[in-house]
């Protein structure tokens, strides 16, 4: 059965309306197959929290050395101290001195020592616990980009075939009726044809006049709406 110019177009429009969603559904998913927001902050505190714990280690390593340090000086000291070889009461009033001097160094410095274990540790917790929630994201991406490019896939196959259904119908369509769709289309946001609806325009709800009614179901010719301008379809 041939299908009148008003029904073409409706058909053509339907192939048309569903390309367009498909396109911008595309466009979101290519825009969606990138990091997220949540995964770069994610590896961003990650890569943070390692650094800070390289630094932690280093400074203890650093301390360690500090207090290796000290602890030999302290020994060179008391063993003159207590050698009995340095007899001058001045001497040796100064060597206990620098051996007080030592040790409180050591002092502080042990103390800095067990502030930065304990400031490691708990930020070697805190290592495992943004990694534990980096690698939760990255599977969850994963997982997400996985069904994305499958939905990509499936789009693209469903436009390529609506793309040779779009080029079919141009085909049998008189290139003055094209003319108007594509007029329409541009103008419409691509809804050109208005199905009637209990005798009304569909899209604006203007109710066309007898004679136009009468004339649209007998004869096989585009009719406006007299409101929205756009073609208008009952369906049989």
């Known amino acids: 059965m041939t299908m009148r110019r008003d029904e073409r177009l409706y058909e053509l429009q339907k192939v048309d309306l569903a ?16 990091d997220s927001e949540a995964l770069r902050a994610a590896r961003d505190a990650d890569r943070q929290l390692h650094d800070k714990l390289a630094h932690l280690h280093a400074r203890a390593k650093d301390l360690e050395l500090q207090l290796a340090t000290l602890d030999n000086k302290i020994r060179s000291v008391e ?56 690698a939760r994201l990255e599977d969850e991406w994963r997982s997400k980009q996985a069904a ?18 779009r080029a079919a119908l141009r085909a049998n ?31 604006c709800g203007v109710q066309p006049s007898a004679n136009k009614l009468a004339h649209l179901r007998r004869d096989d010719e585009l009719f406006p709406c007299g409101n929205c301008e756009r073609i208008l379809l009952e369906m049989s």
């Open 173 to 203: 369509a008189p290139p003055p009726d094209l003319a108007v769709y594509d007029r329409l289309r541009a103008k419409k946001h691509g809804t050109v044809v208005a199905l009637l609806d209990d005798g009304v325009c569909g899209v």
């Open 19 to 34: 390309l367009d969603a498909a396109r911008r559904r595309v466009r979101e998913i290519d825009a969606q197959l990138t």
């Open 79 to 134: 063993d003159r101290l207590y050698s009995g070889a340095v007899k001058n009461p001045k001497e040796l009033s100064d060597l206990q001195k620098d051996a007080a001097s030592l040790r409180r160094q050591k002092s502080s410095a042990e103390d800095v020592l067990l502030e930065a274990i304990l400031d490691g540790e708990q930020t070697e917790q805190m290592v495992q616990a943004a990694h534990d929630e980096l």
């Open 148 to 165: 994305l490019l499958d939905e990509r896939a499936l789009l693209n196959g469903n436009a390529a075939t609506a793309e040779t259904e």
